[in-house]
């Protein structure tokens, strides 16, 4: 559940994306042609929901038209069906790749700035903080298992921030999205709105849609919380909702 609202807050992000850099696309067509390829995959042996990969402006910038989408899908679809793609990713050294990785990440990261108003800067930049604690709980997680320890092993206060980290991780592209939207409320005081937002962030975390506290973002029952963690993030959401709410009350 979690990866496939990830998905699809991709598509849609990423149709935003490409509207940004001047390419109208019907979103409901995006989302349904992810939705069919995702389909037709399953009967392949498909278990990952289908996305638009993210970048649209940097391969713009590059030159990219349809062709380069078409050729990536033959390469990457006939790689794969006759087993080279594992040899070709093989012969391509990373230090080749990761320039071309991070050129697409500056892209982006400059596109969410210059396509937004400048009064919502804070709220992008603000939802780069679950996005950082993902890759900071990720590359953590792999120098653990590196050494031959696991988060088990960590006790004190060591324990206690992996915890939050994790915490923090799991669900961030839903977290960012709630997070940036509930700023941008705030900012044009439209604190009805925020608290809305709080509130879906509140119901979100007592199910592990975010901030779920379970390893590779495990969902459970309202009822059959893990721990006491969610109820507490789920109860600092809802008094920001209700504080938010109580701050757009003289304006009803």
Same mark, same amino acid.
């Given at each position: 559940? %979690?990866?496939?609202? @990830?998905?699809?807050?991709?598509?849609?992000?990423?149709?935003? /994306?490409?509207?940004?850099?001047?390419? $109208?696309?019907?979103?409901?067509?995006? #989302?349904?042609?992810?939705?069919?390829?995702?389909?037709?995959? =399953?009967?392949?042996?498909?278990?990952? $929901?289908?996305?638009?990969?993210?970048?649209?402006?940097?391969?713009?910038?590059?030159?990219?038209?349809?062709?380069?989408?078409?050729?990536?899908?033959?390469?990457?679809?006939?790689?794969?069906?006759?087993?080279?793609?594992?040899?070709?990713?093989?012969?391509?050294?990373?230090?080749?790749?990761?320039?071309?990785?991070?050129?697409?990440?500056?892209?982006?990261?400059? $596109?969410?700035?210059?396509?937004?108003?400048?009064?919502?800067?804070?709220?992008?930049?603000?939802?780069?903080?679950?996005?950082?604690?993902? @890759?900071?709980?990720?590359?953590?997680?792999?120098?653990?298992?590196?050494?031959?320890?696991?988060?088990?092993?960590? /006790?004190?206060?060591?324990?206690?921030?992996?915890?939050?980290?994790?915490? #923090?991780?799991?669900?961030?592209?839903?977290?960012?999205?709630?997070?940036?939207?509930?700023?941008?409320?705030?900012?044009?005081?439209?604190?009805?709105?925020?608290?809305?937002?709080?509130?879906? =962030?509140?119901?979100?975390?007592?199910?592990?849609?975010?901030? /779920?506290?379970?390893?590779?973002?495990?969902?459970?029952?309202?009822?059959?919380?893990?721990? =006491?963690? %969610?109820?507490?993030?789920?109860?600092?959401?809802?008094?920001?909702? @209700?504080?938010?709410?109580?701050?757009?009350?003289?304006?009803?």
């Amino acid at each position: 559940m %979690p990866f496939a609202l @990830v998905t699809t807050v991709g598509g849609i992000d990423n149709t935003e /994306s490409a509207a940004a850099a001047g390419d $109208q696309y019907r979103t409901r067509d995006v #989302l349904l042609t992810e939705a069919l390829a995702t389909c037709l995959a =399953a009967f392949a042996g498909g278990v990952v $929901q289908n996305t638009p990969y993210i970048g649209h402006p940097a391969y713009k910038a590059m030159g990219a038209r349809a062709g380069y989408t078409l050729a990536t899908g033959i390469v990457i679809g006939g790689g794969a069906a006759v087993g080279a793609l594992s040899v070709l990713v093989g012969i391509l050294p990373e230090a080749a790749v990761a320039p071309i990785l991070i050129f697409i990440g500056l892209e982006i990261a400059a $596109q969410a700035f210059l396509a937004s108003p400048r009064e919502h800067g804070p709220a992008v930049a603000l939802t780069f903080v679950p996005v950082a604690a993902a @890759v900071v709980s990720l590359e953590s997680g792999t120098f653990l298992g590196a050494v031959g320890r696991s988060a088990a092993d960590l /006790s004190g206060d060591a324990a206690l921030a992996f915890a939050a980290l994790t915490m #923090l991780a799991n669900g961030f592209i839903l977290s960012a999205v709630l997070w940036g939207s509930g700023l941008t409320a705030i900012i044009d005081r439209r604190f009805a709105a925020a608290a809305a937002v709080l509130a879906i =962030a509140s119901v979100a975390s007592l199910c592990g849609l975010v901030h /779920s506290p379970l390893p590779g973002g495990a969902l459970f029952w309202p009822w059959n919380l893990p721990s =006491a963690a %969610p109820a507490h993030v789920a109860g600092a959401y809802g008094v920001a909702a @209700v504080l938010c709410w109580l701050l757009g009350f003289p304006r009803r």
